[in-house]
């Protein structure tokens, strides 16, 4: 019996706590996480006030893109525990109301899956048209499509002499969805986790499912615009959604790669014909000089702002957005976009307020909630992420950039910033494993762990707590229109959200100076009070105002 809240638009008003396995909690002494640590800690999550967890893929898998290559989708991977261990978790977090969204990757499996071991070499298996399969060209690869991972996204297969395509590391294999019993596979898949109780779904790279059929040359970039929101796309997602997501009522999210707005409306449609929600990713690449995200530099503010204005309003009465900063791909953002030393509590504050105000459903990656940081790595050796070692190799030792200054990079861009073992207290290993972990821990986590923040009443740990609470006691926050009321500012992040009773302002500073903030005239400001803060002894309302550095106010007025 699970006391879960029923409403089948529950996730509108959720809050989602995404689990990376792997780096959360280890219930012994094998250096990396599992199922069982993160049932040892549903109280901790209990206790923030989430509504529902997602973990990244626990299957069988050989974990060279740590469980994003799966190898058996019916299983659970040892490394993180038993099928039992899995259907106790559930049980657990179904007792505590908490949910159970599984990462769910179809774009590609492994290589080491038994599909891809009987395609592999025989041309007259079964399942060889599970995938893509080119004949060379010229003696060499079929097209000049990129990996996501850097170099081709075609590798060979030597005994029948044809290439299959991988659009990421060369054991991820591209399954064929124009194939029907492809879809019948997919189908299957997620119908037997959906009966076992899993209450939701993340797709992983499911914009890319459907590739133009001519599999053309790719004159002005990297292939990725034959792929991206794909000529079929809609359809299979439809056609996945008709006969297994509004069956179970599963909750979806998928993970869109280089999208457009138009695409996500209708992926998003409120219909619910294809997916709940949708997660993009343009307003993490404000920090790529030129579109380059192997370099390091500065953050755009201006289009950030500007990207945040046309996600928004374009979703609006259309379709719905994941909010988030974080995840298991990205840097943390205390250390991106924020301050990780002197300011590191307001301005972690400040990013999560400048987001879960805005409409759409939040998620906060692990150890977010704590304001972890980037682990600030000094060595190559160091780091475990096959993009980023990927990239470290064709950098330095194909293109002569210089290896401090590639390390420079990682310590900004690298995935593995937000890979480090989870901080849960002051002990050795900051209390996530007995053993030495898989990936070394930030070396900050003394001063910087759960432990320490659950009782520090001013941390971010209860600012997050706030948050969560907000979206369900203020109906603004779900439906409220949005509008940036100050694009141009230079340093403050300023917008509203209005519906018939209630208008509210989301005031950031985005910079570790004080800044002057002047609303527009025809705001009503008479009945507005501040409803959270990161600063002690928050001045009152003003039409004009000083911000303190990374100073976040929320102001609630009723019409």
Request: aromatic letters at 12%.
């Amino acid at each position: 019996m699970t006391s879960v809240n029923q409403d089948a638009n529950w996730w509108k008003t959720a809050t989602v706590y995404q689990i990376y396995p792997k780096s959360f909690c280890d219930s012994g002494a094998k250096g990396t996480g599992d199922i069982q640590g993160i049932i040892s800690k549903l109280d901790y999550l209990n206790k923030l006030g989430i509504d529902a967890i997602w973990l990244t893929p626990v299957y069988e898998s050989p974990m060279v893109d740590n469980g994003y290559d799966i190898s058996n989708y019916f299983e659970i991977n040892p490394d993180f525990g038993t099928m039992d261990d899995f259907e106790q978790l559930l049980a657990l977090a179904h007792e505590r109301g908490i949910r159970v969204i599984m990462d769910i990757v179809v774009n590609h499996t492994s290589t080491e899956h038994a599909w891809f071991k009987s395609a592999l070499g025989d041309l007259s298996s079964p399942y060889r048209d599970y995938y893509i399969w080119k004949d060379p060209i010229d003696g060499g690869v079929p097209n000049n499509w990129q990996s996501k991972f850097g170099g081709s996204a075609w590798t060979l297969d030597k005994a029948t002499n044809q290439y299959y395509l991988r659009l990421f590391a060369e054991q991820q294999a591209d399954l064929n969805w124009e194939n029907p019993k492809v879809r019948e596979e997919v189908k299957g898949i997620i119908s037997y986790w959906a009966k076992k109780g899993v209450d939701g779904f993340r797709l992983d790279v499911i914009n890319l499912i459907s590739k133009q059929q001519d599999f053309a040359d790719d004159d002005t970039g990297d292939g990725r615009r034959f792929y991206t929101d794909g000529p079929r796309v809609h359809e299979y997602l439809q056609e996945i959604s008709d006969s297994v997501f509004q069956k179970y009522g599963s909750v979806t999210v998928g993970e869109m790669s280089s999208t457009t707005l138009e695409h996500c409306q209708q992926y998003s449609s409120l219909d619910g014909k294809e997916l709940s929600m949708v997660f993009n990713f343009h307003h993490l690449k404000v920090d790529y000089p030129n579109g380059d995200k192997w370099t390091t530099g500065p953050f755009d503010f201006i289009q950030l702002k500007k990207i945040f204005n046309h996600w928004q309003t374009g979703l609006n009465g259309k379709g719905w957005g994941a909010l988030f900063w974080c995840n298991h791909d990205q840097p943390r953002v205390v250390s991106r976009l924020g301050d990780d030393q002197q300011y590191r509590v307001e301005s972690a504050k400040m990013l999560a307020a400048s987001v879960h105000m805005m409409q759409g459903t939040p998620y906060i990656y692990q150890g977010e909630e704590i304001g972890m940081t980037n682990p600030g790595y000094t060595s190559i050796a160091q780091y475990r992420d096959v993009e980023s070692t990927n990239m470290y190799e064709i950098m330095v030792e194909s293109q002569g950039v210089d290896c401090e200054e590639m390390l420079a990079i990682l310590r900004q861009k690298s995935r593995d910033n937000s890979r480090t073992p989870m901080q849960w207290d002051s002990t050795q290993y900051a209390g996530f494993s007995k053993a030495e972990p898989w990936l070394e821990v930030a070396s900050n986590y003394s001063e910087i762990n759960a432990n320490q923040a659950v009782s520090d009443k001013n941390s971010v740990f209860y600012f997050y707590k706030k948050l969560i609470e907000l979206r369900k006691e203020i109906p603004v926050i779900t439906d409220g229109q949005y509008q940036d009321l100050l694009p141009q500012d230079k340093a403050i992040f300023a917008y509203q959200r209005t519906n018939a009773k209630q208008t509210l302002i989301c005031l950031n500073n985005y910079y570790g100076e004080e800044a002057e903030c002047v609303l527009p005239t025809d705001i009503d400001l008479s009945d507005a009070r501040v409803i959270l803060g990161n600063y002690e002894h928050s001045i009152g309302v003003a039409r004009h105002q000083i911000l303190r550095p990374y100073e976040t106010k929320v102001i609630l007025v009723d019409n």
